[in-house]
């Protein structure tokens, strides 16, 4: 079975620019969740859906950061505008009932902000 | 909200060896905690995860153990390969959001040959 797909794998831009991240969850799969890892931070959670629904979307830094899922098998993650410190590892994962089961992880994408 | 601690955050063994990561958590109510290994340039996988009704789960050279009075659960290691060697990261969801799992910090575990 296919896992949790994300592009693009890398996103290297200028500051100033959009960024669009895309997520396909697992087939069936009702929980949605975007990560952002960096060193020093670790792995954070940005925001989580259910049912295609934004549950909790404390962890978004701020109103430069959204997302969206239109529907059960894709979610995007958009920065706009980017800046330097946007730099890290973006995860998506997905789960079957929430937290309380294992999550699966995309491979991520790599976004780079000059 | 749920506060998850681990440790070490490096640690380094001879091929062969045992290695133990420990985390501890806050919320007495969590009753769910997976262990996920990070390869280099991957996402986290799942490896091996316990629940609250047990103390001790084990898959081959793994084993998770779970002491809920201390609030603190282990990941264990045995006759480590080099294969072994990445980034493992211990969750705790709390029950009070359904969605919002929190993780350690993450263990870089090197296995030297």
């Known amino acids: 079975d296919a896992g949790v797909i994300q592009s693009p794998r890398h996103e290297v831009t200028e500051m100033g620019q959009e960024v669009t991240l895309r997520c396909k969850p697992i087939?069936?799969?009702?929980?949605l969740f975007w990560y952002r890892q960096t060193m020093m931070r670790g792995l954070e959670l940005l925001i989580y859906?259910?049912?295609?629904?934004?549950?909790?979307d404390s962890g978004m830094p701020e109103d430069r950061f959204s997302a969206k899922m239109p529907n059960a098998s894709f979610s995007t993650l958009k920065i706009q505008p980017s800046e330097p410190r946007d730099s890290a590892v973006y995860f998506c994962?997905?789960?079957?009932?929430?937290?309380?089961?294992?999550?699966?992880f995309g491979d991520g994408t790599r976004l780079s902000i000059l | 909200g749920e506060n998850v601690e681990q440790h070490p955050s490096t640690l380094s063994v001879q091929e062969g060896d045992s290695a133990v990561i420990k985390c501890t958590y806050s919320?007495?109510?969590?009753?769910?905690f997976p262990w996920y290994k990070q390869e280099l340039g991957k996402g986290s996988q799942l490896i091996i995860d316990?629940?609250?009704?047990?103390g001790e789960k084990k898959d081959q050279r793994i084993a998770v153990t779970l002491n809920k009075t201390a609030k603190h659960f282990s990941l264990h290691i045995t006759e480590t390969q080099p294969e072994d060697s990445a980034v493992y990261f211990c969750?705790?969801?709390?029950?009070?959001?359904?969605?919002?799992?929190?993780f350690g910090d993450g263990t870089t575990l090197t296995v030297k040959p």
């Open positions: 919320d007495s109510a969590s009753n769910y």
């Open positions: 316990i629940r609250s009704n047990v």
């Open positions: 859906f259910n049912n295609n629904v934004p549950i909790d």
């Open positions: 969750a705790a969801p709390p029950q009070s959001n359904a969605g919002k799992s929190t």
């Open positions: 087939s069936g799969h009702d929980y």
């Open positions: 994962a997905s789960s079957l009932r929430g937290s309380n089961q294992p999550q699966h």
